[in-house]
Nanobody, 131 residues
Framework: QVQLVESGGGLVTPGGSLRLSCEGS????????IGWFRQAPGKEREGISCLSTSGEKIRFADSVKGRFTISRDNAKGTAYLQMDNLQLEDTAVYYCAAALPVLPAVVNDCTLTDFDLYDYWGQGTQVTVSS
């Protein structure tokens, strides 16, 4: 059974940093499109960053551009989301997701909006930004 597990969430003050990790159980995150999403209370799920299977394409939502970085360690088969200069509005549950490299759209590109392309989802980790 394939599972994704996020870790690294927590409580941080505005301007602080956190690094989220996403590990696969029963699978590796190599050779997959990776996406990071978040959902705040009362709001819809939002795609914030993605990385294509090939690693050549990266996308960020405007809300996090310049503050967040997505990466993958192929040796460990783990994906990361480095979050810097966190703000109150970044408070949410953060999810990672992965897509098998079946379609060209997930090999050389990635998507923040087409949630159905992702085959696996984690259970989420809470990030709270508070002063």
């Amino acid at each position: 059974q394939v599972q994704l597990v996020e870790s690294g969430g927590g409580l941080v003050t505005p301007g602080g940093s956190l690094r989220l990790s996403c590990e696969g159980s029963g699978t590796t995150l190599n050779y997959k499109m990776i996406g990071w999403f978040r959902q705040a209370p009362g709001k819809e799920r939002e795609g914030i960053s993605c990385l294509s299977t090939s690693g050549e394409k990266i996308r960020f939502a405007d809300s996090v551009k310049g503050r967040f970085t997505i990466s993958r360690d192929n040796a460990k088969g783990t994906a990361y989301l480095q979050m810097d200069n966190l703000q109150l509005e970044d408070t949410a549950v953060y999810y990672c997701a992965a897509a098998l490299p079946v379609l060209p759209a997930v090999v050389n590109d990635c998507t923040l909006t087409d949630f159905d392309l992702y085959d696996y989802w984690g259970q989420g980790t809470q990030v709270t930004v508070s002063s």
